[in-house]
């Protein structure tokens, strides 16, 4: 945490919300920024009144989805080629890169609001999304509303925890990352459930 306190945390005090629109747009792209950390720092940052509340929660957020939204063009129209070629230059690492292909071929667009609290897998995602055709009303559903959720959560934390933000972060992103992982197994249990109840054959009534 110290590291990240001294590579962005004047450039944030200094520059305010510019410098954490920057940030998250360029973090969500590719470039190796600590989102989650920094999400929480602001947060810090609101509670000793550097920052207000509802600016630095809109400015992260507009961050967030600007950088999808971008990624997701780009996969869109530039495909597997652009990210294979140019991966590795903005930090992405190709073993990365695999595994998350092969997630999100498993599970579609619920790896859009999941992947935002998983790191490295958020920043393939919207490309992805983008590689697969997945219609952009569709993305902007699900990329949108995860980045809110994401954004108010960590923000939230940092502006509660205050000066324990540093005590307390590591072990919760650790298990906020589980936890919605099996939030995401339960969502898929009860939808396969309710598909199959749907296909199966309606018995008919006795005649009298």
Same mark, same amino acid.
């Given at each position: 945490? =110290?590291?990240? $306190?001294?590579?962005?945390?004047?450039?944030?005090?200094?520059?305010?919300?510019?410098?954490?629109?920057? #940030?998250?747009?360029?973090?969500? +792209?590719?470039?190796?920024?600590?989102?989650? /950390?920094?999400?929480?720092?602001? @947060?810090?940052?609101?509670? $000793?009144?550097?920052?207000?509340?509802?600016?630095?929660? #809109?400015?992260?957020?507009?961050? /967030?989805? /600007?950088?999808?939204?971008?990624?997701?063009?780009?996969?869109?129209?530039?495909?597997?080629?652009? !990210? =294979?070629?140019?991966?590795?230059?903005?930090? #992405?690492?190709?073993?990365?890169?695999?595994?998350?292909?092969?997630?999100?071929?498993?599970?579609?667009?619920?790896?859009?609001?999941?992947?935002?609290?998983?790191?490295?897998?958020?920043?393939?995602?919207?490309?992805?999304?983008?590689?697969?055709?997945?219609?952009? @009303?569709?993305?902007?559903?699900?990329?949108?509303?995860?980045?809110?959720?994401?954004?108010?959560?960590?923000?939230?934390?940092?502006?509660?925890?205050? =000066?324990?933000?540093? =005590?307390?972060?590591?072990?919760?992103?650790?298990? +906020?990352?589980?936890?919605?992982?099996?939030?995401?197994?339960?969502?898929?249990? &009860?939808?396969? &459930? !309710?598909?199959?109840?749907?296909?199966?054959?309606? /018995? @008919?009534?006795?005649?009298?």
């Amino acid at each position: 945490m =110290e590291e990240i $306190i001294s590579q962005f945390g004047e450039y944030i005090t200094t520059y305010g919300y510019g410098a954490l629109y920057g #940030l998250f747009f360029f973090g969500i +792209l590719g470039l190796p920024v600590p989102e989650e /950390s920094l999400l929480v720092f602001s @947060g810090y940052l609101v509670s $000793i009144g550097h920052l207000s509340y509802w600016p630095t929660l #809109l400015t992260c957020f507009l961050g /967030s989805i /600007s950088a999808m939204t971008a990624a997701y063009w780009i996969g869109r129209s530039l495909g597997h080629p652009f !990210i =294979e070629k140019y991966g590795k230059r903005f930090g #992405l690492g190709y073993d990365a890169y695999k595994r998350t292909e092969e997630w999100f071929n498993r599970v579609g667009k619920w790896a859009l609001p999941i992947g935002y609290f998983i790191p490295v897998v958020r920043q393939y995602t919207a490309y992805f999304a983008g590689i697969t055709k997945l219609p952009f @009303g569709d993305f902007a559903l699900y990329a949108y509303l995860g980045g809110a959720f994401w954004s108010t959560l960590f923000v939230t934390l940092g502006w509660q925890l205050g =000066e324990r933000w540093e =005590e307390l972060f590591d072990a919760i992103s650790r298990n +906020l990352a589980i936890f919605f992982i099996l939030v995401f197994a339960g969502i898929m249990i &009860v939808s396969y &459930v !309710i598909r199959r109840n749907k296909t199966k054959p309606k /018995s @008919g009534g006795t005649d009298q």
